[in-house]
């Protein structure tokens, strides 16, 4: 059911995206939350980018934004809240899988991390970007083929190679066409699971500077999920620091990576190789975290 | 000056590739086309490019795990590919690989300790006791620990993998260790760890590095020299400093350009 929550707020002041106080865990150990109590949102336009090791719960967090969570898995607590535009806010955990089936695809997209494992090899490229046209704008036939030739030509893919199948393809281009699906419909919300990890530097900064022009043609919202500090100060407006399922720090980019408050955060930035070569790499010491938990006994003791 | 430990001349590998629909026909593909670089003793040799460009081929074929078609890979003056199967397994021992894949490159049905041990094992170097002794004690350095030996590769974590990896080719001490992408399926805080780690058994070991990479933030980090490979051919070459501050070939300085976060406002 849609719930709607627009009471004093129009829609248009409201954030594109809003998660409250998202926790995930296993079905099996509802006690061990893999998503702790994660909040954050992301404005119409700009790019949140997610930061973290694996196993920090990034693409846990994405995945549950999508309603794509395994089925071992479950969502303990939280909203996930989404403007959709003229239609008003939803709480897309409360949705049924049919009306989510609606959104995903056309308002909300996802560009996935193995470019090579996300394709369907034995249906042309052609085929599997039109398909979510079909589906939700029910474009058919001379209309269609237009339409995915032109998506193709916006990605930097000659039309030509609507009929090749993905083998055919290189790695960049499948993450190109991995795109031109997901902006198909020109969704609202672009979320993006490590997109270039998989890819060379050139094809990445490619491929990058790529979703920041759709970014800014279409007026997308982008959750960008990435471990790579270098590309969030290439693309990021928005950052926030997850680790082991929390999050630590988050603000714009320049406060985060300029002046990172959090121990983490620092530890984090410390340890990403500079392209001069004068910083001294430090590997991440966990001495803080020591720390931090005498301190939450002691308070807990106190209390 | 230090004098060149391996001298790789001329090297030429060409793969046969099936092509068109249904591989009917046959493409021939220069993976290494006329490939010439010489590793300094105790320094590191990065071989940069995208992929395709034959870094890995290059790496393999120095090894000579895979035939080259012609061209010489000199290791202290012999030629290691017109070696006899058997001297050439026992020149091995000097020459180690870390592979790329920390997931794929472990047997998995094999214990830790078995697969640092291995390599003592083939070459019967030291008795049963003094084996097992070197294999710990290598496990140990690299940030392992003894009871670790009895576990399966499956247990660990990708970092440590990587660690076993490195162990395994330590153990043997090894004069020239080709890295093939050691660190790019690992997360930047591991990478961080493993580059050190890396970095310090060399000082120790005296070991020279032939470190390939497509990450040029890494490479300006451990590198002291480095060869830019493009469609199986060498672009550039120098001491990484100068390549970094004026790159020549302008593929290079695509890549150069390519690095992310060259807008981080400080830090």
Redesign the interface.
Known sequence: MAVNLQTEHSAKSLPLLQLEHLSISARKMPNRLLVNDVSFSIEVGKTTCVVG??GSGKSLTALAVMGLLSRQLQRNTGKVLFNNADKGVVDLTGLDDESLRKLRGDKIAMIFQEPMTSLNPVLTVGYQIGESLTTHLGLKGERLKNRVASLLEMVGIPPGRANSYPDELS?GQRQRVMIAMSIACEPSLLIADEPTTAL??????QI?KLLSDLKTRMNMGMLFIT????????IADNVVVMFRGEIVEAGT??QV??N?QHPYTK???????????KKQ????DYAWLADEEAEAVTVEGNA | MSEDILVAKNLVKTYTQRSGRFGFGATQVKALNDVSISLRTGKTLAVVG??GSGKSTLARCLLQLQPLDSGEVLFQGQDLAKLQPSALREMRKNLQMVFQDPFASLNPRMRVGEIVGEGLLIHGLGSATEQQKKVVAMLKRVGLTEVDMQKYPHEFS?GQRQRIGIARALVLQPQVVVCDEPVSAL???????I??LLKELQQEMALSYIFIS?????V??IADDMVVMYHGQVVEHGA??DI?AQPAHGYTQ??????????????
């Open positions: 090791e694996s790695g060379d530097v050139t094809v990445q900064a990058l471990h790579d500090f270098g590309v969030v100060a290439d980019r320049e990576l300029g990172p530890a984090l930035l410390a340890c990403v190789p500079d392209a001069e070569g790499l430090k590997p991440i | 995208e992929s990708g997360d930047v805080s591991i990478q961080a760890q580059l050190l497509h990450d040029l933030r890494v300006r980090h990484v400093a970094y695509n890549l150069l350009a390519a690095i992310p976060g060259k807008r981080v406002v400080n830090g």
